[in-house]
């Protein structure tokens, strides 16, 4: 069936991720995954009743809050 096949890919090469699926793979809590899905405009679409994440955009997005959190700090304890 398609489901096993879907299940077979590892989730480093889909190209969309289910809410349960991202994740398990980045350690991210459901709400904010789904929060994210309804907030980010072209980032997922739903489908049914699950929402589907484009990995690569999802993984963008978290280097740049990552970024963004390490010049935060940055700042703070005054390190250039």
Known sequence: SIEEM???VPVHQKY???VTEASG???IGEKWLREY???HSGAAF???NRWYIFREQLE???AVLARRE???QTQVWGIY
């Open 6 to 8: 879907a299940m077979k």
């Open 70 to 72: 390490e010049e935060e």
């Open 46 to 48: 739903f489908i049914g």
């Open 16 to 18: 969309t991720l289910t």
């Open 37 to 39: 899905a309804k907030t």
């Open 25 to 27: 793979y980045f350690g």
């Open 60 to 62: 963008e997005y978290l």
